[in-house]
């Protein structure tokens, strides 16, 4: 275990098993779908999660990346999600699928779904490997959620403190003294 996690809140096998029973709801949704889905990454924390999802996925999909980012080295979302990196492809006409890592204040949820709904999305369906509704600022969920997670710094598989930990294989609980000092 990597010296700045206290504990790990979901292990590796923990996380597979989450992200198998997701991609078989996916599965399910899109099941008489004519056109593949384009399944949107929201970088940089999704990117894990993403990858894993798509290939645990039977529907053949379409993937876009956009980078999103709100929090920049803070621990609070400043509220305006700030679009870095836009889709390369337009949405008009497909149905979306949108992949985060958490729904936290749930700005970036509100951001991204009033954008692409404005760019002509058939359908709009978020799932999420973690939701913490605790930290809840605006009332929006996911329509599918991998794991609900209490009020604690989470790091790993993809999520990090200032861009350090995305690469853990697991959900860990980061030690106090790390962003407190
Ligand atoms: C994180 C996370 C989500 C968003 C959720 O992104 O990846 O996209 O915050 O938080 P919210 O519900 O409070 O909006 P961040 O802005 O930290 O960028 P990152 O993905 O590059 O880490």
Known sequence: ??????RVLLTEDEVREGVKKAAAWLDEQYKDCKAPPLAISVL?????????LVRAMQT???????????Y?????SSGIPKIVMDLAAPVEGRDVLLVEDIVD??????????LLEGRGAKSFTV??????PARRKVDVKADYTCFEVGDEFI??????YAQQYRNLPYIGVLKRSVYEK
Request: aromatic share 10%; net charge negative.
């Open 155 to 160: 790091v790993g598989y993809g999520l990090d």
């Open 44 to 52: 940089k924390g999704s990117v894990i999660f993403f990858c894993d």
């Open 105 to 114: 204040s749930g700005y970036t949820l509100v951001k991204m779904r009033a």
């Open 1 to 6: 275990m990597n010296h700045d996690v206290e």
């Open 60 to 70: 053949p999909v379409q993937m876009d990346f956009m980078t999103v980012s709100s």
């Open 72 to 76: 920049g080295s803070s621990s609070e």
């Open 127 to 132: 799932v999420t490997l973690l939701d913490k």
